[in-house]
């Protein structure tokens, strides 16, 4: 599927099925947001975000507690699913898209290396979080991250309307 087909598919969807969606954006500073509202109509659905790119800002307008940032660390699993439950409800909306990671080139660890991305999707069937692991410059990891945010987004809206029919 072409790049901008993934974000028409997602806006169809969230129209289909009448939902909303907002986002928390951490290594990929807005740019899933930029793509959902590349489409034409896509207020309809797209209700906001937060580039929530230091822990304050993910604890104070996201939501992540205190405490996961100080045992999982900004860039875990945890906080990802933290930020896309946080956003759907300080946004008001049936879906949250939490993003972190390290984009590079700097920044990675031997635990926590450059491209280790975690996304996570809320929303009416609960949580879903993905670890990803991508390569190159940092454009193309923010890249990655945002297509692969499309298609996990995508997945989750298709397995919710396959549970209501």
């Known amino acids: 599927m072409s790049k901008k087909l993934l974000e028409e ?3 169809k ?3 289909a099925q009448g939902l909303t969606i907002a986002c928390a ?3 990929t500073g807005g740019l899933l947001t930029s793509r959902l509202t590349d489409i034409a ?3 309809a659905y797209v209700m906001g975000s937060v580039v929530s790119y230091t822990n304050r800002i993910k604890e104070s307008l996201v939501g992540v507690r205190h405490e996961t ?3 999982h660390g900004a860039v875990s699993e945890e906080t990802a699913r933290e930020m896309a439950e946080g956003i759907a409800r300080a946004i008001g909306t049936d879906i949250g898209v939490g993003i972190t990671g390290i984009a590079g080139p700097g920044g990675g660890t031997k635990q926590k290396p450059v491209g280790l991305v975690f996304i996570a999707v809320s929303g009416p069937r609960g949580t879903m979080v993905k670890e990803n692991h991508f390569s190159g410059a940092r454009t193309e990891i923010k890249r ?3 297509d692969t945010a499309l298609e ?3 997945a989750y809206l298709e397995q919710l309307k396959r549970e209501q029919a």
């Open 25 to 27: 954006e951490s290594c």
């Open 152 to 154: 996990l987004t995508r």
């Open 41 to 43: 109509g896509s207020s």
């Open 13 to 15: 969807e969230l129209l």
């Open 9 to 11: 598919s997602v806006g």
């Open 144 to 146: 990655q991250t945002t």
């Open 69 to 71: 940032l100080l045992s």
